[in-house]
């Protein structure tokens, strides 16, 4: 089967995880905010715990409000974010780097909800430099992780878990049990996001990244992905149509059992 070629309607019976296509990228960012929302309401004060993307962004504003306007605490709440980019010296970018993603969470989510109703900011976590086995201890400790919503990369990372290069001796288990590391983020994700992020700037886009490994991310109750970039469509494709492995490790959604690919109306219609 040409996973480029097929039409999409034939795509969707072929789907190797569950597709749902939906009109707009907005509609995403409402339905994220309200999953989110609704999972520490139905928790009833109970420990939340949501592992966080930082793309897709648009919905944080959205659930700040939902929030702030429902009156939800998240003081039994624990955020945990994926991710964030490094220096050349394995530290985390400057606060004030546009491409910050402490930066962006705080400016998106943190400083919008009411004070009274946000968690402390011991439970807003980032995986740190030097201390990649405390949160994957962290991680282990919950009796659940809620959910996770995020986005995918060009070359199928989730986080930033880039397929190994040629030659890492690396097997597709072995990846899918991969915890929390730094690593050199993939040319393909250096590309993509710096002519999207910072205009193309290249030679200033950082080459390093901490994430959270595929183990951590795969606790998550429920997983959803959601892609309504142009550059999306290959990768929707692959994930959809190709067996699990490391190489696109979106499709180690397809072993997940309550994950979910959701795209916009315009990407799942396209054709080449």
Known sequence: ??????????MK????MPLRVMETEQSMYEEMAEIIAGCIEKNKGEQTVVILPVGPIGHY??????INERHISLKNCWFINMDEYLDENDRPIPYDNPLSFHAIMDRLLYSKIDKDLLMPPEQRIFPEPGHEAEVDELIDSFDKVDCCLTGVGINGHLAFNEPPEPGDPITDDGFEQIGTRCLNIARETIVNNGAHKIRGALDIFPRRCITLGMRQLMRAEMFKV????????????KGLLTEPTRFAPVTYLQKHKNAEMV???ELFTAMI
Not at 61 to 66: E, F, G, H, S, V
């Open 263 to 265: 795209v916009t109306k």
């Open 226 to 237: 959601y892609l309504y970039c142009d550059w999306q469509w290959g990768i929707m494709r």
């Open 61 to 66: 504003p959205l659930l700040a409000k939902k």
């Open 13 to 16: 019976s072929h789907a190797l």
């Open 1 to 10: 089967m040409d996973i480029y070629r097929i039409a999409p309607e034939e």
